[in-house]
């Protein structure tokens, strides 16, 4: 059982899965701060200085001027500002994995479509050729 479970965590997919879920986290903190420090403050000048992240629903009938100040009272809310935000970054990774897997396969068509090079022959075939130029030589 121990010898399988080295042979499962040696392969080369489960490496190569863990490389892009430490790249995909890396990812994920560079898309979250594009939305937050330059995607929502061009929003925010479009639409009125609406700033997403403060956009919430008060369940508990108490006051609170931001969702921070909610939070801070420990009170029921719906801060649906950050479910925008959260659309926002999806939307933003999957248009770049859009644009980054369009381009790998535009190379792999490109390097479908270069024709192949023509195979070496082999000794034997180079022997019958020889033996073939010498029989048409002496007719």
């Known amino acids: 059982m121990l010898q399988e479970f080295k042979d499962f965590a040696i392969k080369g997919n ?29 929003i925010g000048v479009f639409t009125g200085g609406i700033d997403f992240s403060n956009l919430f629903i008060n369940l508990s009938g108490q006051e609170a001027a931001t969702l921070a100040e909610a939070q801070e009272k420990g009170l029921a809310v719906i801060s649906y500002g950050n479910f925008i935000n959260a659309i926002i970054a999806f939307l ?9 897997i369009r ?33 048409a030589s002496k007719s």
């Open 92 to 100: 933003i990774v999957a248009w770049v994995l859009f644009l980054v």
């Open 103 to 135: 381009a790998i396969n535009r190379l792999k068509r490109e390097e479908e479509e270069a024709p192949a090079p023509e195979p070496e022959p082999s000794a034997e075939e180079k022997l019958l050729t020889e033996i073939r130029d010498l029989l």
């Open 14 to 42: 489960v490496v190569d899965m863990g490389v892009g879920i430490v790249i995909g986290a890396a990812f994920t903190s560079i898309v979250k701060s594009f939305v937050e420090d330059i995607v929502n403050p061009i």
